[in-house]
């Protein structure tokens, strides 16, 4: 049977949080992927009400700009002066017309993100069943300190809702609560709120005080006891959000369990309410799964990974990674120690290793980088290979370049792509080299200096050195110190004067006589 739609949901969110010590409104406050409003208005939108309001107060433009951005149908109700849940209640009954006497109006907390819509549902079912002019939603609690105690006549009917600090002791004792979740007919309800007062501990217009009039007026007022108490807990400082962060983790953690994902440790692995999960998916420890990030049959995730945005592919392996707003393909492997950043697309069996660092780059079926690598701003095709420590130079101090790589090319390790550039299909680079112009399809792609062999430089310039001794034990030559106009170059920089200065005695040493340096003469150089 299909569950009567409400003509009007309110939430309410004008309250100031002092106890959250926190320039952030209270319900713009983060868990599980949503603000605790966010959690909510999900909740609330299970009753396909016809209207909802929020009630906005500290932080208003914030919760206004919020609403904006996730839920425009929403209407921003203002509370200019928070002078209690009752008032609030009447500020946005009057932003909502045409609501009729009898027509079903809910009222939400905006700090209570475990309500679930299951529970709203039945609420609303249990007030038409009851024929009620209201319907509190009530939880029974071991610990009832701080909330309002739900009082009932002998036949357990609701009399009255009293607010803890107006509670006596036998009040107090009462371990039923209220959940400050209610359904309401909304003709009674216009015509109690007209009726409230200040009169009470905190000098508000409470809205719990409805129901003690619409019981002095003779309507019926029936309540719903939730299943799980665990729903009913708000959030009003930082402890409780923790702990509701903790509630929301085992909620979710257990729901994709049951659906056939594989959790090994639920108890250091973090899902978010939006993140969607395909059956035999598996998430290994110290897993953090945020936003809209989606993992498809037979992908294994962690341990000791954090997407975000994330889209992975089935049957691919994420280990020890950081992705943000990136796609993984079927049968890829990622990690471990990669961060892929913003843009990121892997192909299909695609692999990028351990210490790769990724941004803006597409990358083909089957091409990998296996290690020690950064590619930003790139398109790389089909089956191709990134060398260990090649570097796509994709920033000149001033705008960003890209570059292009095609389809079955292998770049050589420690290769610097100055881009913009582009390698074409079948190319290779050499390794070490600084490739700063197109290279077409099929060439090989070199830019390196000649290597240069100085015999006996280590005895010469490090004469009683540990590498001396050890050179001299391999059966080192023993080279005689040269005269100091031609005194052999030193690499660490304190003798290196140039080639120029001092090319003609080192060169003299190097194997084949011939010039390790192309333009400088010197023994058996040929110029």
Known sequence: MTSPRPAAVIILAAGEGRRMRSTTPKVLHRIAGRTLLGHVLHAAATLAASHTAVVVGHGREQVVAMLAEQAPAVVPAVQDRQHGTGHAVRIALATLDGLAPDDTVVVLPGDAPLLTGETLAALVDHHHAQRAAATVLTAVLAD????????????????????????????AAIREINTGVYAFRAGPLQAALARLTRENAQGEEYLTDVVGLLVGDGSPVAARIVADPVEAGGVNDRVQLAAAGRALRDRIVSAAMRAGTTVVDPHTTWIDADVTLEPDTTIAPNTFLHGRTHLARGA???????????????????????????????????????????????????????????KSAEFGDHTKVPHLAYVGDAVVGERSNIGCTTVFVNYDGVAKHRTVIGSDVRIGSDTMLIAPVTVGDGAYTGAGSVIR??????????????????????????????????????????????????????????????????????????????????????????T
């Open 437 to 526: 112009e197109d290279v077409p399809p099929g060439a090989l792609a070199v830019r390196e200096g000649r290597q240069r062999i100085i015999e006996g430089w280590v005895a010469r310039r490090r004469p009683d050195s540990p590498a001396a001794r050890a050179a001299a034990a391999a059966g080192a030559p023993s080279i005689p110190e040269v005269p100091d106009a031609a005194a052999p170059i030193d690499p660490v920089g304190a003798d290196a004067h140039g080639a120029g200065t001092h090319g003609r005695s080192d060169l003299a040493h190097t194997r084949g006589g011939e010039a390790g340096i192309a333009g400088v003469p010197g023994a058996g150089s040929r």
């Open 144 to 171: 009832a300190t701080g909330y309002g105690r739900v009082v009932r006549d002998a036949a357990g009917g609701v009399r009255a809702i009293i607010e803890h600090r107006d509670a006596d002791a036998a009040t």
């Open 300 to 358: 294994v995730v962690g341990p000791e990974c954090t997407l975000t945005d994330t889209i992975v592919g089935a049957e691919a392996s994420v280990v020890r990674t950081t992705a943000e707003q990136a796609e993984i393909g079927a049968g890829a492997t990622v990690g471990p120690y990669s961060h892929l950043r913003p843009g990121t697309r892997l192909g299909r069996e695609g692999k990028l290793g351990s210490f790769v660092e990724t």
